[in-house]
T-cell receptor, first 114, second 110 residues
Framework: DAGVTQSPTHLIKTRGQQVTLRCSPKSGHDTVSWYQQALGQGPQFIFQYYEEEERQRGNFPDRFSGHQFPNYSSELNVNALLLGDSALYLC?????????????FGPGTRLLVL | DAKTTQPPSMDCAEGRAANLPCNHSTISGNEYVYWYRQIHSQGPQYIIHGLKNNETNEMASLIITEDRKSSTLILPHATLRDTAVYYCTSRGGSNYKLTFGKGTLLTVNP
């Protein structure tokens, strides 16, 4: 059973460019959350998708947007990249249940903005 | 958001139990306590979670105080591969996000 997968693993962009990161959830999972992790910090919540809708958003500007597809996979788009967007971007998937939803993380995409 | 407080670092001898504390005094009644660990910039790995009862799985045990203001993650026989940053966090109800602090760097020494 494949876990959460993310692509690409690494990416280098320049300021002002746009980037799209992709995530495939664990089989059977229906929620996808995105987190940004700067060096030396814990992951910071960007947003969560469920049933193709954004249902909660963290404190990130509108330059960060996302999408969830009918097969539950998801994309994170970041426009007008800034140097400060350099970070590890993590996707986490989960399955709603009576006990809530445990989120399982993928390996991440490391983005470097020059 | 519930705020968690963890010591920045801890050491443990290989083969001994590692007890990692977490203070979550502002946790609300329907929020679960979750523990994750992260090894050298890999994605965080889920360890265990609980609401009010103590929990045990193949990786660890979780002890939650009766007032739910703190918890302890126990790795019963730490190995060198358990060296990682351990995060305590919480979520539940209509709050779908996990809020992470800086975690505890556990170093297991031979």
């Amino acid at each position: 059973d494949a876990g959460v997968t993310q692509s690409p693993t690494h990416l280098i962009k320049t300021r002002g460019q746009q980037v799209t990161l992709r995530c495939s959830p664990k089989s059977g999972h229906d929620t996808v959350s995105w987190y940004q992790q700067a060096l030396g910090q814990g992951p910071q919540f960007i947003f969560q998708y469920y049933e193709e809708e954004e249902r909660q958003r963290g404190n990130f500007p509108d330059r960060f947007s996302g999408h969830q597809f009918p097969n539950y996979s998801s994309e994170l788009n970041v426009n007008a990249l800034l140097l400060g967007d350099s970070a590890l971007y993590l996707c986490a998937s989960g399955q709603l249940s009576g006990q809530g939803e445990t989120q399982y993380f993928g390996p991440g995409t490391r983005l470097l903005v020059l | 958001d519930a705020k968690t407080t963890q010591p920045p670092s801890m050491d443990c001898a290989e083969g001994r139990a590692a007890n990692l504390p977490c203070n979550h005094s502002t946790i609300s009644g329907n929020e679960y306590v979750y523990w994750y660990r992260q090894i050298h910039s890999q994605g965080p790995q889920y360890i265990i979670h609980g609401l009010k009862n103590n929990e045990t799985n193949e990786m660890a045990s979780l002890i939650i105080t009766e007032d739910r203001k703190s918890s302890t993650l126990i790795l019963p026989h730490a190995t060198l591969r358990d060296t990682a940053v351990y995060y305590c966090t919480s979520r539940g109800g209509s709050n779908y996000k996990l809020t992470f602090g800086k975690g505890t760097l556990l170093t297991v020494n031979p």
